[in-house]
């Protein structure tokens, strides 16, 4: 029987804590089913990462691909690209890295489409039989590649469908009987947003929703044993207002789950299909599964940014609570942003995570203003 090095098992183990392992719940003694591929829920780009991983109704950007598609309808910019850089766990190990890649191009007023790769990389692993002695080495990597269609469906509300191919290759080099893994997602998005007056100041109001990982089961033993996406539901409500003519203040706050069902001692994954533990989810709710971001930006002359936030879950769910913040700032064509996460235990492997974002406006390219 081959091992993989100790490396690899913390790595691995830290990532299930952190995004998938769900303690027990009072009700009806359930649990959470444990899913597959969890760098999907990782927050890929800066902007959103500096606020509390937040996103789902700020206003939007290149990078809305992540959150929710359906912003991009209301993206005022023909064509943008951007590329983001995440070292992960780097309190740990330092050859995990995930890379995030977006595009987008308007079709006309209405209409928008975009795609996406998102690439995770755990680094370079040492596999050992029982004796440690080294027999393989290997790259282990997981992948996903979107592509979205957005339109507006009114003059303050835009709609959008994304599909998803994820690719899952955890024990490459190992010499086990493990397969990479496959399956196919696909994401429902709505965005709405308005202008408001109140107090005599004039600003906008947003809302967003997104159905996320709804698909196939993964396998990574040619379909003996399968394993569910990590669906989520995300609910999120934004305010932004101009405070004068050059300084702007915003704040967003997500709301989200996860939209798998709990499942009894009993009971396992094939019990249960994908549409049935969705609708099951539902019923089985409980105040402890939300997950909270809530984040604010302030923008000086449309050229500079400072952003904060902050991210809770219950102890029941991994117990992830930090603080974040970050910067952007513009020249012409190009946006640089970045991120920092601040956690409030010193032992959290996600302490010190730093995200670096690069965006492009092919608008300013062009020459259009």
């Not at 359930?30 to 700020?58: C, H, K, Q, W, Y």
Request: glycine share 8%; proline share 3%.
């Amino acid at each position: 029987m081959y091992r993989t090095s100790l490396k690899f098992m913390v790595v691995v183990s830290l990532i299930m804590i952190q995004f998938n392992i769900k303690a027990q719940n009072t009700i009806e003694r359930s649990i959470v089913m444990p899913t597959a591929t969890p760098f999907l829920n990782i927050t890929p780009e800066s902007r959103g990462g500096a606020m509390g991983d937040a996103g789902v109704a700020t206003t939007p950007d290149v990078n809305s691909q992540h959150w929710n598609s359906a912003k991009y309808a209301f993206l005022d910019q023909d064509m943008g690209a951007s590329l983001s850089y995440t070292p992960w766990l780097r309190n740990l190990v330092n050859d995990i890295n995930l890379l995030y890649l977006t595009y987008f191009k308007r079709i006309d007023k209405m209409q928008t489409v975009s795609a996406s790769l998102r690439y995770f990389s755990l680094g370079n692993i040492t596999f050992t039989d029982e004796a440690g002695t080294a027999i393989s080495t290997g790259k282990p990597n997981e992948f996903a590649i979107d592509a979205a269609y957005s339109r507006k469906l009114s003059d303050n509300i835009s709609g959008s469908v994304a599909f998803r191919y994820i690719r899952s290759d955890i024990t490459n080099g190992s010499g086990t009987e493990g397969v990479p893994g496959n399956a196919f997602a696909a994401d429902l998005n709505f965005y709405y947003r308005n202008d408001v007056k109140w107090g005599g100041r004039r600003g906008d109001i947003a809302a967003g929703l997104n159905i996320t990982n709804i698909g196939s089961k993964i396998s990574y033993d040619d379909g003996n044993t399968q394993d569910f996406l990590p669906a989520r539901l995300r609910l999120g409500g934004a305010y932004t207002t101009e405070v004068d003519r050059y300084n702007k203040i915003g704040f967003t706050i997500d709301v989200y789950r996860q939209m798998v069902a709990k499942l009894s001692e009993n009971e396992n994954n094939e019990d249960i299909s994908v549409p049935a533990s969705f609708f099951k989810s539902f019923g089985d709710f409980a105040v402890e599964d939300l997950m909270i971001s809530v984040g604010a930006e302030y923008i000086y002359s449309d050229q500079f940014a400072l952003r904060a936030g902050y991210y809770h879950e219950d102890e029941s769910l991994g117990n992830g609570k930090f603080a974040t913040a970050g910067a952007g700032i513009k020249f012409n064509m190009l946006t640089i942003d970045a991120s920092y996460i601040i956690t409030m235990a010193s032992n959290n492997p996600l302490a010190n995570t730093i995200r670096f974002t690069l965006g492009l406006n092919f608008d300013e390219l062009g020459g259009r203003r």
